[in-house]
């Protein structure tokens, strides 16, 4: 920040006016956050609560955004000591939210387990088999309602910033889902939200990760499918669960219905009954699906993944206009999850960063899930010169620090798992197809 007065321009002065109106913002909302929750137990006033909470948030980090790059001499004490307090309360603001969205959640798949259970007068037989078992699933009295129980995920406790790198889907998945969640009434006309995204990359760079961040952060009601389970669990009984998914999905909007592997929905049976019975299934989700999609007033999202879209027909393709790519990560990233990898382990090291950028050089091609592979064999080489008998005594503090030849040993070991041509072909549909 320059203090010299002859730089500061009158965009500068704009900015520092941003500055301090987005402070002063943030702070307002905040305390009328903090005001409301105390002591606050109704659910429905926690939404409300969460709200004031992304309000200050967005605030905030608006604020961060337009911190003015030349500033009068007088106000740059002043500044920097508001961007300390902006980004303080920017985490507290988000530390809370998860907190309250983990009880929203939780409360909330409570209620439907008592709506099912209300909803659904059961004769005296049933009951009293229902009866003999425990536990929440014992309250359903269909195979259809405990399993569409089973694919409600409470709180995953994965936050979006624990997923590394992939800002640009980051952003994106904020913008179409998070903010949209939080703030309904901005998101309406032409800023209605997409109701079908598609995360599609290589294998093991983070889009079962980030479905289940934007699931924590959004607070919705997330139902977690396998394309696969709805091709074998359901078979038979699959366009009647397709059905009931949609509904309940419905009556707890919002809600986000994420299906991982959406490439494996097209899979083909051999014996011609299975083959119709999935086409079926596959049928009634698209009619579903178009269902949500024309009712503009439904907060419902349909999250897909996969790593062969280019699999994926036309029809399922259509259904998500919004289709984000997400790579494998850069040689940036890859430095920093190789010491992300060992710092949060705590397991000691002796790499330099020069070894560290060597390390991310060699390891091109190699994505978030195989260098952590990576890690955990180069952590596992200071422990091979140890013999057997001193292993079973010994300490942390005993085994030397892991060193850059023990990662370079590892990738002797440790191999990329995305094939070159997978690569191209996701590139291609990637450029022809979707955000990159
Ligand atoms: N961006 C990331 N940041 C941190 N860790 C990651 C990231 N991506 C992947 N990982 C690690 O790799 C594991 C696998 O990631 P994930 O299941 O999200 O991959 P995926 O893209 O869904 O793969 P697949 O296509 O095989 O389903 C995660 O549990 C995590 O440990
Ligand atoms: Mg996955």
Redo the contacts with the bound molecule.
């Keep these: 920040m320059h203090a010299n007065r002859a730089l500061v321009t009158d965009a500068e002065k704009q900015r520092l006016t941003n500055f301090n109106n987005w402070h002063a913002k943030g702070l307002n909302f905040l305390r009328e956050a903090l005001d409301a929750d105390e002591g606050c137990a109704d659910v429905q006033q926690k939404r409300e609560i969460i709200k004031l909470y992304e309000k200050a948030i967005v605030a905030f980090e608006s604020g961060l955004r337009s911190v003015p790059k030349a500033v009068p001499a007088g106000s740059k004490v002043e500044v920097q000591s508001r961007m300390q307090v902006m980004q303080k309360h920017l985490d507290g603001s988000r530390d809370r939210i998860a907190k309250l969205r983990k009880d929203l959640i939780q409360s909330s798949t409570d209620e439907i387990v008592r709506n099912l259970q209300n909803s659904k007068p059961r004769s005296v037989s049933e009951a009293s088999t229902s009866a003999k078992k425990t536990g929440v699933a014992a309250l359903f009295a269909t195979k259809e309602e405990q399993e569409i129980l089973g694919c409600i995920v409470g709180s995953t406790n994965i936050g979006l910033d624990?997923?590394?790198?992939?800002d640009a889907a980051k952003l994106a998945l904020e913008e179409s889902v998070i903010l949209p969640a939080v703030n309904p009434s901005l998101f309406t006309g032409l800023r209605t939200p997409t109701k079908g995204i598609l995360l599609f990359?290589?294998?093991?760079?983070?889009?079962?990760?980030?479905a289940k961040a934007v699931a924590n952060e959004a607070g919705c009601t997330f139902f977690n499918i396998s394309a696969a389970t709805i091709m074998s669990k359901w078979v038979g009984q699959g366009e009647k669960m397709m059905r009931e998914l949609f509904r309940v999905a419905r009556a707890k909007q919002p809600s986000i219905i994420f299906i991982?592997?959406v490439d494996s929905m097209l899979c083909t049976r051999t014996d011609d009954e299975g083959a119709g019975a999935s086409r079926r299934v596959i049928t009634e989700f698209l009619l579903q699906f178009d269902g949500v999609t024309s009712d503009v007033s439904d907060r419902v999202l349909v999250l897909g993944?996969?790593?062969r879209p280019f699999d994926l027909d036309d029809g399922v393709l259509r259904r998500f206009p919004r289709r984000i790519f997400?790579d494998l990560?850069d040689a940036r990233a890859r430095e920093h999850?190789i010491l992300?990898n060992f710092k949060n382990t705590n397991t000691r090291h002796q790499i330099s960063s020069m070894q560290l950028k060597e390390a991310a050089r060699f390891t091109q091609g190699y994505?978030?899930?195989d260098l952590?592979a990576l890690c955990r064999e180069a952590a596992m080489v200071p422990l091979r010169g140890i013999s057997r008998t001193k292993l079973r005594s010994a300490t942390a503090r005993d085994i030397r620090p892991v060193q850059y030849e023990d990662l370079v040993k590892a990738m002797d070991i440790i191999k990329p798992s995305t094939t070159p041509t997978n690569l191209y072909k996701l590139h291609a549909f990637a450029k022809d197809f979707a955000q990159v």
């Design positions: 624990d997923v590394l790198g992939n990359g290589p294998p093991g760079n983070g889009k079962t990760m980030l991982d592997e993944a996969t790593n997400i990560p999850l992300h994505s978030y899930s952590t």
